[in-house]
Structure formats: structure tokens, C-alpha cells
């Protein structure tokens, strides 16, 4: 009867908090495998975001540095050949950023997000107008129509700016029919570098011998011995030789960081976009080649951070 009776009665408070204790435990290992999901789902996303937006930029720049010195052959409304005077197709510029709306890169500014470069390339464009048939398009996406001097070649211009909140952007600079216009490509860019591959040979083959920095182009530039008797022969003779007319391709890098919140659990101190050996050798007069995750802003630091590098060749071989 005495046992009958306790069964009746239902649980005892031992064997309550011991039910309930136990409830908790498991509604706490549940949360934490809950949250430990999320957190990998969220850094994953982050992730890949990160490596979309590179990849985006990256092929818009690919796209730009292969349409680089093009000609329609089949059209007569644009040259059938670059004469030999015509200023080179590539140009760029180390650790300086642009106006959005100057002329090409003639007006440079100093303030470059962590040493970023610039790189310009020119092409002639397809089709009768200003926008052309649509085969040939500009960085931002805007048909170029066959340009009929070397002055109308179009443009497609890279560089690195701060937006309205501070954000480093990658940036689109173009001539349009109303003017100069340059478009954000992608947003969180700490640093944008470029070399160039130098065809030393002669006569050139088109395979880059050497990857050099902008300012040693031009370095090379201002030591050429210049032949004629009034400064436009000279500026003639330069446009025929300048370096610039030697680059057979393109090496490019970003180093990018991810949105507020996406915190780097784990990471590398510093960054070599274009590899340890090269940031030693000439690291401390290529500014930007090598970034110090102590050296970024506080409010950046612990970012989520990827860097990318690609060789791009000129389709069109060097002029």
C-alpha cells in the first residue's frame, strides 16, 4: 500500500532538479553547437564575399589590360596600325590616387590609400559613334566607338580613393560623352599595386623579362638620349622609344578587408602582395607592398582580410 501510494504521488523534488539539471545541460550543449554553427555559416559568408569581390575586380581589370592597344583590323574607320609616334597604350602611376574628374591621370594626387597605384590603359574603340557596336567597352561598361585620332583612343583607369565613410574603393575612371566620370568597382580596398613585365630584349619577343614599378619606367624614360632639332621632333622620338612601349604584361595585387564584424580569428602580421622577397628587396621604396597589420587603422585591424595577385598579358603585344 505504502509503495502503491508513492507511485501515485509522482516524482520526488530529488528527482525533479535532477530532471531538470540534466534538461539543462543538453539545452546548453544544443545552444552552444547552435551557435558554434552559426559563427562557421558567418565566416564562411564573409569569406566568400571577400573572395567574390576579388575576383569581380579582378576580371574587370584583366578584361581592361587585354582590350589594351586594340584595334578593329576589319574596320576603316579606325587605324589600321599604331604609327610610331603615337604615345604608348599603358601608363600608370606609384602610390598616388586620381580626381574623379581630370583629365586622365594628368592631374595626380598624393594621397594614396596605403601607397595604392594607378593604372591607365588606352585602346581604340569599335563601331560608328560615341558608344560604338558594343564590342568594345570601357571599365565602367560603356560601349567606345573607333576613334578616328590617337587622342579619342578611350580610356580605362584603376586607382584607389576613400568614399564618402572613409571605405578604400576600387575605382573605375572613364572619358564619357559628357566628361570624366569614375565608378566604384568594389568597396574595402587597403592597398592596389601593379608591376609591369619589361621586354628588354631587341628586338622585343613580347615576354617580360623583368617586373618593375611605375617610377623606374619613367626613371628609364628621363635618361633617354632624345634626337631632334625642336621639342615636338624630341617628344616624337621620345613617344617612339619610351619603356612604356615595352610592357608585354601586367602583375597586379589587392589586399582586401572584409565588412565591420568580420573579425580575423587568426592571420598572418603582414602582407606581401608581391611575395617576401620582393617586399624585402624593395619594400622601403615601393610603398605599399608590403602592409603591417599594425600599421592599418585601428578599426580595421582585425578585419577579415584576403589577398590576391594575377599576371595579366597583353593580348595586343606592346606599343
Known sequence: MSAARRRRGGMSL????????L??????????????????????SASARLDDNGRYALDAIARAVRQTAYVNWDSSAAPVAHAAHDSANIAGLDAHSLGKNSEGISQPLPAAVHGSDVLALRYYGAGMGENGDGSVLNCAGFGV????????????????????????????KYRGANGWGADAIIRGVDTFQVLYGLD??????GVANQYVKASAL???????LLVGASAAERQRDFARRTHWKRVASVRVALLLHGEAGEAEKTGPA????????????????????????????????????????TSILLRNGPA
Open 270 to 309: 603582414q602582407f606581401d602582395l608581391f611575395g617576401a622577397a620582393y617586399a624585402e628587396a624593395h619594400g622601403a621604396s615601393d610603398t605599399g607592398v608590403r602592409i603591417a597589420r599594425s600599421a592599418l587603422p585601428a578599426a580595421l585591424r582585425g578585419r577579415l582580410r584576403h589577398m590576391l595577385q
Open 14 to 21: 530529488v528527482e525533479l532538479l535532477v530532471a531538470l539539471f
Open 218 to 224: 619613367d626613371a628609364y624614360d628621363a635618361a633617354l
Open 23 to 44: 534538461g539543462a545541460l543538453l539545452m546548453l550543449a544544443a545552444s552552444t553547437v547552435l551557435l558554434a554553427a552559426s559563427g562557421s555559416y558567418f565566416d564562411q
Open 145 to 172: 566607338g573607333a576613334a578616328q585620332t590617337e587622342a579619342q583612343r578611350g580610356w580605362s583607369i584603376f586607382y584607389v580613393a576613400q568614399g564618402a565613410d572613409g571605405e578604400g574603393e576600387l575605382r573605375c
Open 200 to 205: 628588354t630584349d631587341t628586338p622585343p619577343d
